[in-house]
């Protein structure tokens, strides 16, 4: 086994079992699992009938869900487990694994976790689903999960950005996470449409394709309703987008590629400043 894949293979197994025995991870398990069975049991309610809805109406249904709950599940969780304290966080870093091994070990291990607790959620409404509607609309539910899990990995990377050199701290680090979680997930759309309603038209629309993009929040959302019901259900950004790619090829090329940059960077910047980071 390569010299540096052993110590990551190691803390990435270690954290995986300790997210495992963790109750917030159980719990979150739970309520994700209640929650997707419920949007699935209950979406025909508003419209007056009655029953489960199909795989691409309950995927349609949960984006939001996903959006909200995801994004700080992962920065909180991430947290509490990537910013330890002092008497810890000395043990731990005085063992002779370089700290990037350590770190990203550490988070590869809560991602797993994380998205096991997930597929547990979307596997029991799966089941559900399947067997009172029937397997339509599969693929997108697919995509929604898959968009889950890409959430996860970003955000989990923001919180080791957010925990690295945080050693004993954990208070202002968690606030900090609250803050990311916040701007990403409710102030970012809101200060983008207000920003767009002040330019002109060509404007307006640069800057709302820019907001998709730099988004990792709005990148899942709009790849997400691309694959779930094409051009139809677009919001003044999405549609932004789609006219400057003329297409959802276009749009979706590019979204992967911010998705993408969001998935490296992060962590990867979260191990250098750990690097440098005076413990």
């Not at 419920?38 to 309950?58: E, I, K, P």
């Not at 996860?152 to 919180?159: C, D, M, Q, R, W």
């Not at 979680?181 to 640069?206: E, N, T, Y």
């Not at 979204?255 to 962590?267: I, K, T």
């Amino acid at each position: 086994m390569n010299a540096s894949f052993g110590p990551f293979a190691l803390c990435a197994r270690q954290e995986l079992l300790l997210a495992v025995r963790s109750r917030w991870t159980q719990i979150f398990a739970a309520v994700f699992a209640a929650l997707a069975l419920g949007v699935a049991s209950s979406g025909y309610v508003l419209s007056g009938g009655h029953g489960v809805q199909d795989f691409a109406r309950t995927a349609a249904s949960l984006v939001e869900l996903v959006l909200l709950l995801v994004p700080l599940t992962a920065l909180l969780i991430g947290v509490l487990s990537l910013a330890p304290e002092r008497g810890a966080a000395e043990l731990l870093f005085s063992q002779p694994v370089s700290r990037r091994a350590i770190l990203l070990g550490k988070t590869a291990g809560l991602l797993v976790a994380l998205s096991a607790a997930q597929a547990l959620g979307f596997g029991a409404a799966g089941l559900v689903i399947f067997s009172r509607a029937g397997g339509e609309g599969l693929p997108g539910f697919g995509l929604l999960v898959l968009g889950s899990f890409v959430l996860t990995a970003v955000f989990l990377g923001l919180a080791a950005l957010v925990s690295a050199g945080a050693v004993g701290r954990r208070t202002r680090a968690l606030a900090l996470a609250l803050v990311v979680w916040f701007f990403a997930v409710v102030l970012f759309d809101v200060a983008a449409l207000g920003v767009a309603s002040l330019l002109p038209s060509g404007p307006a629309s640069r800057v709302l394709i820019v907001s998709v993009l730099v988004n990792p929040a709005d990148a899942v959302r709009t790849g997400t309703l691309l694959g779930l019901e094409g051009t139809g259900a677009f919001g003044a950004a999405s549609l932004a987008l789609l006219r400057f790619t003329k297409g959802p090829t276009g749009a979706g090329i590019l979204l992967a590629a911010s998705l993408l940059s969001w998935l490296v960077l992060p962590p990867l910047l979260a191990a250098r400043k750990l690097g440098k980071a005076d413990l």
